[in-house]
T-cell receptor, first 112, second 109 residues
Framework: SQTIHQWPATLVQPVGSPLSLECTVEGTSNPNLYWYRQAAGRGLQLLFYSVGIGQISSEVPQNLSASRPQDRQFILSSKKLLLSDSGFYLCACSGQGAQGYTFGSGTRLTVV | GQSLEQPSEVTAVEGAIVQINCTYQ??????LSWYQQHDGGAPTFLSY????GLEETGRFSSFLSRSDSYGYLLLQELQMKDSASYFCAVRTGANNLFFGTGTRLTVIP
């Protein structure tokens, strides 16, 4: 079965600072990978997805970027954080033919 | 635009049955999924309906009617640990899983 490792669990960053969140996947090869953001008490908003190394699709315009340097590694970045970037960031993967996504444990980001 | 509507909160008694409804309006439809999320935790996959009808997995069942753009999650023999948020999600494309805003279920003794 697929396992997603995501870190850090919590992060407090000042406005204008850079961001790098990392996600790695075990138990599958060539997964589709996703970054979601969840605001407090809200649903999940898809930010980026990747179907392979170096292939990134953005779903919403924003202050963030994503990269996939290796098959099982997905990175979410920002050069300068905004207050509105605060939220719960979740990495997810779907294997071939899988109907359900597997989520990582998430990173709770607070921009101050 | 795309929208998924589900009740924001539901309260039910331990041992009872509860149904969480979801209606959707999306530009594409490849199936309806349900996820459970405990406070502070990550969503976990519960069920998937690609075709009309009922899917049963233990105490949980999920139903889909594509003609009505409607589905529901049925939880039987409720337990205290079932207190969580439940999200319906529609796969609108090969790589787009669109989530509702979630239903917070509170199970009371």
């Amino acid at each position: 079965s697929q396992t997603i490792h995501q870190w850090p669990a919590t992060l407090v960053q000042p406005v204008g600072s850079p961001l790098s969140l990392e996600c790695t996947v075990e138990g599958t090869s060539n997964p589709n990978l996703y970054w979601y953001r969840q605001a407090a008490g809200r649903g999940l908003q898809l930010l980026f997805y990747s179907v392979g190394i170096g292939q990134i699709s953005s779903e919403v315009p924003q202050n963030l970027s994503a990269s996939r340097p290796q098959d099982r590694q997905f990175i979410l970045s920002s050069k300068k954080l905004l207050l509105s970037d605060s939220g719960f960031y979740l990495c997810a993967c779907s294997g071939q033919g899988a109907q359900g996504y597997t989520f990582g444990s998430g990173t709770r980001l607070t921009v101050v | 635009g795309q929208s998924l509507e589900q009740p924001s909160e539901v309260t039910a008694v331990e041992g009872a049955i509860v149904q969480i409804n979801c209606t959707y309006q999306t530009s594409g439809f490849y199936g309806l999924s349900w996820y459970q999320q405990h406070d502070g935790g990550a969503p976990t996959f519960l069920s998937y309906n690609g075709l009309d009808g009922l899917e049963e997995t233990g105490r949980f069942s999920s139903f889909l009617s594509r003609s009505d753009s409607y589905g529901y999650l049925l939880l039987q023999e409720l337990q205290m640990k079932d207190s969580a948020s439940y999200f319906c999600a529609v796969r609108t494309g090969a790589n787009n899983l669109f989530f509702g805003t979630g239903t917070r279920l509170t199970v009371i003794p």
